[in-house]
T-cell receptor, first 111, second 113 residues
Framework: DAKTTQPNSMESNEEEPVHLPCNHS???????IHWYRQLPSQGPEYVIH???SNVNNRMASLAIAEDRKSSTLILHRATLRDAAVYYC????????????FGKGTKLSVKP | NAGVTQTPKFRILKIGQSMTLQCTQD?????MYWYRQDPGMGLKLIYY???????DKGEVPNGYNVSRSTTEDFPLRLELAAPSQTSVYFC????????????FGDGTRLSIL
């Protein structure tokens, strides 16, 4: 499975946008880009996913580079509840759906 | 709207004891997974199942066993608990289809003393 690279940690101010980067230079054509987040003492929570085109949902936006070698998760207005570890994961639809978790990016939000 | 339910939420075991971590989902998902998460680390796959009667090993299966007699339930068994199995255990499930998200339970915090 292709690997992803994320910064260990990032900081944001409350109500400001946050851009969380992810590099995945070895991505294959059948890999979906998934983002999950894990709040303290909770299980991972699905945020968003995409294949080639940018995606928006009520939680976030996902911007995917044209060559698909990188992507950015965008939280439009960070709140204190968005403080979590964010995982960028590639998932090959032929791999029984398994997710391979790295260490993710720990996002801190300052009031 | 239960989703994935794990029991118990917390447990302390003595070395050498055995126990079963329960996981059930009410979404009729075929795929189910068990992960463990050690402090400060990402999740590691222990076992997974693609349907009732079918299970397979993940990255860290040693010391664990699973069964999948029904679509809904996917219990994880520790036969001889060891301190190295102190961790938080997450169960997850996913439906069949391209790009669908995994649904996770809230976890079981297990300490082996």
């Amino acid at each position: 499975d292709a690997k992803t690279t994320q910064p260990n940690s990032m900081e944001s101010n409350e109500e400001e946008p946050v851009h969380l980067p992810c590099n995945h230079s070895t991505i294959s054509g059948t890999d979906y880009i998934h983002w999950y987040r894990q709040l303290p003492s909770q299980g991972p929570e699905y945020v968003i996913h995409g294949l080639t085109s940018n995606v928006n949902n009520r939680m976030a936006s996902l911007a995917i580079a044209e060559d698909r070698k990188s992507s950015t998760l965008i939280l439009h207005r960070a709140t204190l509840r968005d403080a979590a570890v964010y995982y960028c994961i590639l998932r090959d639809e032929g791999s029984q759906g398994n997710l391979i978790f790295g260490k993710g990016t720990k996002l801190s939000v300052k009031p | 709207n239960a989703g994935v339910t794990q029991t118990p939420k917390f447990r302390i075991l003595k070395i050498g004891q055995s126990m079963t971590l329960q996981c059930t989902q009410d979404m009729n998902h075929n795929y189910m997974y068990w992960y463990r998460q050690d402090p400060g680390m990402g999740l590691k796959l222990i076992y997974y199942s693609v349907g009732a009667g079918i299970t397979d090993k993940g990255e860290v299966p040693n010391g664990y066993n699973v069964s999948r007699s029904t679509t809904e339930d996917f219990p994880l068994r520790l036969e001889l608990a060891a301190p190295s199995q102190t961790s938080v255990y997450f169960c997850a499930s996913i439906g069949q289809g391209a790009g669908l998200p995994q649904h996770f339970g809230d976890g079981t915090r297990l300490s082996i003393l």
